[in-house]
């Protein structure tokens, strides 16, 4: 099943890896085969990583987009993850976190990311309400 990217303009894209930038008008590409696909907007760069759970979502990302390094950042995930999960009670944040390791565990790193994403507005949500 192709994949139908829409860029805007200007609108970056990592495809397996390489960072492509979209020209001054919209444009389409069908990715035809497997391929690791990751929009503008779900790009973490490493100083963004500033909270517990983006701190569990770029050793993901970095993963799902170079498979090189994943063995490298397996520790740094769990390690985030094990803390994250020890500094929390809310069920289901704890259930997300519990999908986020099985994907990461079936090698479904863009499925984990969704989830992490999630586990994100939570943090998010809960720093809101202390500050």
């Known amino acids: 099943m192709a994949l139908k990217l829409v860029l805007k303009p200007g609108e970056r894209a990592a495809i397996n890896g390489a960072v492509i930038v979209n020209g001054d008008r919209r444009a389409s590409l069908i990715v035809e085969n497997k391929a690791r696909v990751l929009r503008e907007g779900d790009i973490m760069q490493p100083e963004e990583a500033t909270t517990p759970a983006r701190l569990i979502y770029l050793p993901i990302m970095m993963m799902y987009l170079d498979p090189s390094c994943r063995e490298e950042l397996q520790d740094a995930y769990e ?53």
Do not use: T
């Not at 994907?103 to 720093?127: G, P, S, T």
């Open 79 to 131: 390690k985030r993850l094990l803390e994250f999960v020890g500094a929390i009670s809310d069920q289901e944040a704890l259930n997300q976190c519990a999908e986020i390791g099985a994907h990461v565990a079936n090698q479904e790193y863009y499925k984990a990311l969704c989830i992490c994403r999630k586990l994100m507005e939570f943090e998010e949500a809960r720093l809101a309400h202390v500050a």
